[in-house]
């Protein structure tokens, strides 16, 4: 088993910035791939960004291009998310997910750990 710990949401005005964290415990070694996603309500879960935990490949979903930033310190089996020019669109709930591959990453159904949530609020 694989625990996900998320931490970093929060409240900020639009062009604000957050960085999420997620930390992981128990059997590591079965995991490569790490994926963000997020949830508003009534809407489907949504991939944000995913990582390979060797070699570091980064994949972005085209909404957040250029302003979200994936990356890992395997030393502390922790990923991070960078949101920067955060826009009230980011709002939603943000997950952390964990599988053995980031093929088809933007899948929920690829990845078999998942966090608690961390809500993150963007004002305009």
């Known amino acids: 088993q694989v625990q996900l710990v998320e931490s970093g949401g929060g409240s900020v005005q639009a062009g604000g910035s957050l960085r999420l964290s997620c930390a992981a415990s128990?059997?590591?070694?079965?995991?490569?791939?790490m994926g963000w996603f997020r949830q508003a309500p009534g809407k489907e879960r949504e991939g944000v960004a995913a990582?390979?935990?060797?070699?570091?490949?980064?994949y972005y979903a085209d909404s957040v291009k250029g302003r979200f930033t994936i990356s890992r310190d395997n030393a502390k089996n922790t990923v991070y998310l960078q949101m920067n020019s955060l826009e009230p669109e980011d709002t939603a709930m943000y997950y952390c997910?964990?599988?053995?591959?980031?093929?088809?990453?933007?899948?929920?159904?690829?990845?078999?750990?998942w966090g608690q949530g961390t809500q993150v609020t963007v004002s305009s």
């Open positions: 997910a964990a599988g053995a591959y980031c093929l088809f990453w933007s899948n929920p159904k690829r990845y078999d750990y």
């Open positions: 128990g059997y590591t070694y079965s995991v490569n791939c």
């Open positions: 990582i390979y935990t060797v070699g570091g490949m980064t």
